[in-house]
């Protein structure tokens, strides 16, 4: 008989909050179950601002999935976003052991020890070590084992975060008695199952615009080279037009959703949009210019943000980004955004269509990352430890009685 | 279903400074209306099955007493009569002769005194002898029979006097005088070379079962070139499969070094150093230095001359 789990992939957004549940069965496959999405509360640019009412809205979707899915969840994969995670790169080198200069697995243990041993200032913690190509004498190989070599290194793109951003969290998971197996930043879940192999292999900038945070991940040669957190999204769009306007928070959103494009054109100067569009009290006729220009400054603004940090970094080639842009996120939803990406990036640029192999409703912007966290479920990360949990019947005993 | 490929995906961050460090329970939990309904409805069916075990266990207790109640008491007769005959079984060599000395058992002794319980334990705590059981078969024999370590590797240990002695080492680790064992089968085992810890102790030794394994394919597989298996050195093979990168290094009369993967199967492993041998055997037969099968996938072949090609 083999082994079933049910996993919930967690995001806490700064919009919404979202829930999937998958069920594995033993290490072959995961089919969806179950999924719930609510507003979010106390969640400001995807930090928790609020524990009681963030933990609140998250409890309550964590349960309605699960009621959904007619299943309890016995483990949690959490995606984590928010400006306080940063990355740097971390190289690590070693001179190969052996007399004959054959590289073993100690000396690749060794490389990969010494580039994660960089320690962090107190209150930081560190999210992921992303393995990045081996090099030996200097020359890039995918794997080293049994080359002949004196000097091996290894680098890491290691992501950290803020200790206490990260504790409330899991603070918040824990809440309900479930345990986190996982932490997944957002923008390489959504990466994950995004991109083919081959687009990872080509190079490939994913970026994930929410609601408080843009996210991004860039890959090169199928490795990810940088990851990145910008701490603007569309509520900040909605927020410059409820200024621009002089229009309410909620109309503006409306208004963005309804007329909104994100790149300006000459044509726009003639034509007029209304504000609720039935000719009640409070409804007027804006230039759809003024709004088109708002949208455009904003949203070029996140991509110039990236590029800067791209460049920053000496990752901006574009011939090492063959597949261009990926745009994924609630607000990618927003008309004209890859034309936006592609004046800004000079690159090709597309709006993500989703995963093919799951429902048509889980194929939308919004779930790519906790789609992303399920895929992460069932294959593991690369490195992990993963801890012995009992099976079977010892399983849903220790789950009973709380013992795990 | 998603999920169906695994790339050069992402590594999450394990030991000092990692999230997981932060994942303890020691700091509060946040409660909410939500959870709390979650743990009452926990707590319920946890009730629920309590209440439910202790009605299976009353129910045993009381099927048990009604059926002792009604049980009547048996009158056992037990015969006395002299040990007359001791059945030997073994599953391996050890003789008569060793039998008697350990079990001691002096004429005269009667079916119902033998400690058949100290003597099953005087048998377990031989070396060689995995298990032993004894039976008194009514009238007048005692049967023992015995299952014995299989020797897998020779070993050389320094003796009481200073002086290197030749003992066993069986599957379980085991390292045993070896008693029975005819000359030529013992000189058909390689020596071993044990894997040292940090301290300088080789026991408990770990592993033996995979080299038996390795051994039992090799002699299998290719009889002849077994033969020439001189040493199995477990210098690099802590017995430890979890580990990355164990190997079992064999030395032979023909190939200094023959390394070997614990994580891949022997018996393609053996299979691609017949390969190899052919191979070589075709080019002229010139020596070599060392073979190494542990590779993912290929296998490096290092000659005398310092050449190195890749199977």
């Excluded at chain 1, 994930?208 to 860039?218: M, Q, R, S």
């Excluded at chain 1, 199928?222 to 109309?251: A, F």
């Excluded at chain 1, 399920?374 to 593991?380: I, R």
């Excluded at chain 2, 030529?184 to 894997?195: D, I």
Aim: glycine share 8%; with cysteine.
């Amino acid at each position: 008989m083999s082994d079933t789990r049910v996993v919930g992939a967690v995001e806490i957004g700064t919009t919404k909050v979202v829930v999937l549940l998958g069920e594995i069965v033993g290490d072959e496959g995961l089919n969806i179950i179950g999924h719930s999405i609510c507003s979010s509360k106390g969640i400001k640019k995807g930090v928790i601002n609020d524990l009681n009412a963030a933990s609140d809205c998250v409890h309550a979707t964590i349960m309605q999935a699960e009621e959904n899915a007619k299943s309890r969840i016995d483990e949690v994969y959490l995606a984590q976003t928010g400006s306080h995670l940063e990355g740097n790169f971390n190289v690590g080198t070693t001179n190969v052991s052996s007399s004959d200069n054959i590289v073993r697995e100690i000396d690749i243990e060794q490389a990969k020890q010494d580039a994660k041993r960089r320690k962090l200032p107190q209150k930081r913690t560190f999210i992921h070590h992303i393995q990045n190509p081996f090099a030996l004498d200097g020359q890039p190989v995918d794997s080293p084992l049994s080359h002949e070599a004196r000097q091996l290194q290894v680098g890491y793109w290691s992501v950290h975060g803020d200790s206490s951003k990260v504790s409330d969290s899991l603070r918040v998971i824990r809440g309900i008695d479930l345990d986190v197996s996982d932490m997944i930043i957002s923008s390489i879940a959504s990466g994950v199952v995004l991109l083919e192999d081959s687009e990872k292999e080509s190079g490939a900038l994913v970026v994930d615009l929410g609601g408080g945070t843009t996210d991004y991940v860039l890959y090169q040669n199928g490795y990810i080279v940088k990851t990145g957190v910008v701490p603007v999204g569309g509520d900040h769009i909605t927020n410059d037009l409820s200024i621009g306007l002089r229009v309410r928070r909620k109309s503006a959103e409306e208004f963005k959703v309804k007329n909104g494009r994100a790149y300006y054109q000459s044509s726009d100067r003639e034509e007029k949009v209304w504000l609720i569009g039935d000719l009640t009290i409070g409804d007027r006729e804006y230039p759809l210019a003024a709004i088109t220009k708002i949208i455009e400054a904003r949203v070029s603004e996140i991509f110039t943000i990236i590029k800067e940090q791209l460049q920053e970094a000496a990752l901006y080639v574009p011939a090492d980004i063959a597949c261009g842009v990926v745009l994924t996120g609630g607000s990618s939803q927003l008309a004209g955004i890859d034309e936006c990406a592609r004046r800004t990036f000079g690159l090709d640029a597309r709006v993500s269509e989703g995963p093919l192999d799951v429902a048509p409703e889980l194929r939308g912007p919004g779930y790519s990352t906790a789609l992303g966290l399920l895929h992460y479920a069932l294959t593991g990360q690369e490195d992990r430890q993963r801890s012995t949990k009992p099976t079977g019947i010892l399983r849903r005993l220790t789950g009973l009685l709380s013992l795990e | 279903m998603i999920g169906s490929n695994k790339g050069k995906g992402s590594s999450s961050a394990t030991g000092t400074q990692s999230w997981r460090e932060l994942a303890g329970p020691s700091k509060r939990r946040v409660n909410s209306p939500q959870a709390k309904k979650r743990r009452q409805a926990k707590l319920l069916k946890l009730l629920a099955g309590v209440v439910m075990l202790v009605g299976l266990v009353g129910l045993v207790i009381w099927a048990s007493s009604t059926i002792k109640n009604r049980a009547e008491p048996i009158q056992i007769h037990t015969p006395s009569s002299e040990i007359e005959q001791v059945i030997f079984e073994t599953n391996g060599v050890l003789p008569n002769r060793w039998l008697s000395t350990v079990i001691k058992l002096s004429k005269g002794t009667t079916m119902m005194e033998v400690d058949i319980h100290g003597m099953k334990q005087r048998l377990e705590s031989e070396p060689q002898v995995v298990s032993a059981s004894v039976e008194r078969v009514f009238p007048s024999a005692l049967k023992i029979s015995l299952e014995e370590q299989q020797p897998v590797l020779r070993i050389a240990v320094q003796g009481p006097a200073g002086k290197a002695v030749q003992r066993i080492v069986a599957r379980d680790g085991t390292i045993y005088k070896g008693v029975g064992y005819p000359k030529t089968a013992l000189a058909a085992l390689p020596y071993l070379q044990p894997y040292q810890r940090r301290d300088g102790s080789i026991q408990p030794m770990r592993g033996i079962e995979k080299v038996a394994e390795l051994l039992e394919s090799a002699r299998t597989k290719q009889p002849n070139f077994f033969r020439t298996w001189k040493v199995v050195s477990l210098e690099h093979y802590s017995g430890d499969d979890s580990l990355a990168g164990e190997v079992i290094e064999v030395r032979s009369s023909l190939v200094p070094r023959i390394i070997f993967s614990t994580s891949t199967d022997f018996a393609k492993q053996l299979d691609r150093l017949n390969v190899i041998r052919q191979h070589v055997r075709a080019k002229g037969n010139p020596a070599m230095k060392r073979i190494d099968l542990s590779l993912r996938g290929s296998a490096a072949v290092q000659f005398s001359s310092g050449r190195i090609s890749s199977f």
